[in-house]
T-cell receptor, first 112, second 120 residues
């Protein structure tokens, strides 16, 4: 069974641009989560989508947004990129909470 | 206040020996879950083990066991018979229960991690 997949693996953008990161959950999983892992800041919860709706949001500015599609895949958009947005962005999926979350390999975003 | 505390930035263990990675947590919820994840240098987070707050038995998964002491709010990971491939960053995480409206928070809150190095 395929795990969580993310694309692209690496993304290089300049400050002020927009980035789009994609995630496909494990088949049958309806919940998708996004986390940011920035150097020195640990893993921070960004967003949770379930059945196409945003269910919870972490302490991030509105320029971090996303959506979940009818096939449960998800997109994370980061507008007006700042240097401190450089991080590993991890997507996870689960059956509806409180089940364990399974992570993808991540997208490494570099903002120059 | 930090909700998940991992006090060991780094740990060293000899191959084939057991090692305990510490994790303490803070929550006022009665219903919560505790998780351990492994993150090798490749970056992917690998789920290892889960303990529910109402589970009476300590969770075990192969060489991994979770030493759950609810009164002390600790959830230490024990890795038995360490292998070289166990060298990685290990994260403890907590999923709190439900808000007043009955909606699960869904999110995981992670500790800062412990780097484990297994020596041959």
């Amino acid at each position: 069974e395929a795990g969580v997949t993310q694309s692209p693996t690496h993304l290089i953008k300049t400050r002020g641009q927009q980035a789009t990161l994609r995630c496909s959950p494990i088949s049958g999983h309806t919940s998708v989560y996004w986390y940011q892992q920035a150097l020195g800041l640990g893993l921070q919860f960004l967003l949770w989508y379930d059945e196409g709706e945003e269910r919870n949001r972490g302490n991030f500015p509105p320029r971090f947004s996303g959506r979940q599609f009818p096939n449960y895949s998800s997109e994370l958009n980061v507008n007006a990129l700042e240097l401190e947005d450089s991080a590993l962005y991890l997507c996870a999926s689960s059956l509806a909470p409180p089940n364990e979350q399974y992570f993808g390999p991540g997208t490494r975003l570099t903002v120059t | 206040a930090q909700k998940i505390t991992q006090t060991q930035p780094g740990m060293f263990v000899q191959e084939k020996e057991a090692v305990t990675l510490d994790c303490t947590y803070d929550t006022s919820d009665q219903s919560y879950g505790l998780f351990w994840y492994k993150q090798p240098s490749s970056g992917e987070m690998i789920f290892l083990i889960y303990q529910g707050s109402y589970d009476e038995q300590n969770a075990t998964e192969g060489r991994y066991s979770l030493n759950f002491q609810k009164a002390r709010k600790s959830a230490n990971l024990v890795i038995s018979a360490s292998q070289l491939g166990d060298s990685a960053m290990y994260f403890c995480a907590m999923r709190e229960g439900y808000n007043a409206g009955g909606t699960s928070y869904g999110k995981l809150t992670f500790g800062q991690g412990t780097i484990l190095t297994v020596h041959p």
